[in-house]
């Protein structure tokens, strides 16, 4: 399956996911204003930019795939798409707040193009999130009910929409801070974290870098010099080696 077909699918089990959510509240609320619903993002959850940032493709060993980090900013992103204010989402998914929220998909294609997948229960065991001070965590089994109930309406969406592939699909939740209580992937501070991959693709590691914010979720910032839009990681423009303000 190709990667935009397969970032369509997420999308969709996603949005499922954020309507399930919302429809769970006893009494319904008027549609947020429009400047509520634009936020303070340029962005929707749709946008290119937003896959672009929070996946990353698997191809390695004749292995073929995805990691992608689901930041907390992306469920309300994708609930705001389905009418509901960003407020009201952020109370109802903060249980997603104690998970960091990693989806991974791989598999070995073979000489005449088929899929060997590799099966959830296996990716559990062999992914890990690995902060940027290198302690390496593992995927939490014993979920909260919001986290488990997450799971089981992404699951059947997955798999409706890509066959084999969705079933192989992993969601894998991991703890969202270090001992010193500091968030280990905050997509709207200076930081960095990784996903690996131990052992799954015939590597010791396979190791998927993010540095954070993400532009896709930050205020817009541009060069004091070319005034052009650059990445909410940047200290300095590329270009003009300007230094940029911090956000």
Known sequence: MKHSQLSSCLLLAFSLFCCSSQAQSASPEPKAPAAEQAASNVHTTDDVTVLRETQQGIDVNDYTGLVWWIPFEYWIQSAQK???SPEKSREQLKALREYTVVGVFAGKVSSLGSINYVVPA??????FVRD???Q??????DLSPDAKALADV???ALSNAMGRAGENFAILFFPATKKSGKRIADEKSK??????LKNAVEEKETVFLWRTPLTSFSPPRYCPVGKERVHADWDYCPRH??????P
């Open 191 to 196: 930081g960095s974290f990784s996903v690996v």
């Open 154 to 156: 992404i699951k059947p």
């Open 82 to 84: 389905n009418g509901a």
């Open 132 to 134: 940027s001070e290198g």
């Open 241 to 246: 080696g300007a230094k940029l303000d911090q």
């Open 136 to 141: 390496d965590y593992a995927a939490v089994t």
């Open 122 to 127: 296996d990716l559990q065991k062999s992914t």
